[in-house]
């Protein structure tokens, strides 16, 4: 019965850092429509995504691809930053 409860107790702490880390999957929807405008670069993939950012109203100063999401720094209104997470298809952040 102890091991048991040891047991509960040890895999209830693995996964709790993995609930606490947001992971966005995003939709998988792409269209075509018979010409391309080329590949685009990651910095001009996250240049865009903080430029959609700041057309949002978000206050952000830099924007990421990560863990599927976009990880933005955003300035706190009493000052700092904090990061938030954005879908990096509905631009909804992720809580």
């Not at 100063?61 to 209104?77: D, L, Q």
């Amino acid at each position: 019965m102890k091991r048991i409860a040891i047991a509960s107790v040890m895999l209830m702490g693995l996964s709790l850092p993995a609930a606490a880390v947001p992971y966005c999957t995003g939709s998988g929807v792409s269209f075509s429509f018979g010409f391309s405008v080329g590949k685009f670069s990651e910095s001009e993939v996250n240049e865009f995504n903080l430029m959609r950012l700041r057309q949002m109203g978000v206050d952000a100063t830099a924007a990421e691809k990560w863990n599927g999401c976009i990880r933005a720094f955003v300035r706190k209104p009493g000052g700092g930053e904090e990061m938030q997470f954005f879908d990096p298809d509905t631009f909804a952040r992720v809580y």
